[in-house]
């Protein structure tokens, strides 16, 4: 049946892999040896593996395109994310422009996978701890599910659902 895969959409910093905050707002690791991934989220993804479910990394890396860190870098510690947590494919959009398609909140990301994967958006999940994350949900027809962390920003578009940590994520997608 045509679009009938179902995804987990995850962002990579603070909803994969650890990121540190300054003045409470995260931000990205420059360099592989910085990373730590969310307690929880390798069984996570094992879990919705066996689920049938693909794990699809969408993550805006906008240090690129200012000139603090090396898209080198950032691939290195895609690639290991990738390889660590079995994710199907991962999507990353290097530019700041927030009218780049790509860039989230906008659904390059998704909608590219969408194509090439051939998935149910409808029936797919996107998970963020931040409002650009929610935004893509929103804007590519996805469910979404909102990690709080208490960062200091608004939350400009509503999620679908709202948990603490990972581990709450099991009673929400079935």
């Given at each position: 049946m045509v679009n009938s895969k179902r995804a987990i959409f995850l962002d990579r910093d603070g909803v994969l892999i650890k990121a540190p905050t300054i003045r409470n707002k995260p931000k990205s690791i420059k360099k592989l040896k910085e990373l730590r991934f969310i307690n929880g989220v390798i069984s996570f993804c094992n879990y919705y593996k066996r689920k049938n479910f693909l794990l699809i990394m969408v993550t805006n890396q906008p240090e690129v395109s200012r000139g603090k860190n090396s898209k080198k870098n950032v691939i290195e510690i895609n690639n290991f994310i990738q390889q660590k947590l079995r994710l199907d494919d991962l999507f990353v959009c290097y530019s700041d422009d927030d009218k780049n398609f790509n860039r989230k909140p906008n659904p390059g990301m998704v909608l590219k996978s969408k194509s090439k994967h051939k998935l149910n958006l409808k029936k797919s999940y996107i998970i963020g701890d931040r409002w650009r994350d929610i935004g893509v949900a929103h804007n590519s027809g996805c469910i979404s599910i909102f990690?709080?962390?208490?960062?200091?920003?608004?939350?400009?578009?509503?999620?679908?659902?709202?948990?603490?940590?990972?581990?709450?994520?099991?009673?929400?997608?079935?």
């Open positions: 990690i709080e962390r208490n960062y200091d920003e608004k939350m400009i578009f509503k999620p679908t659902h709202i948990v603490k940590k990972i581990r709450d994520i099991y009673k929400i997608i079935k």
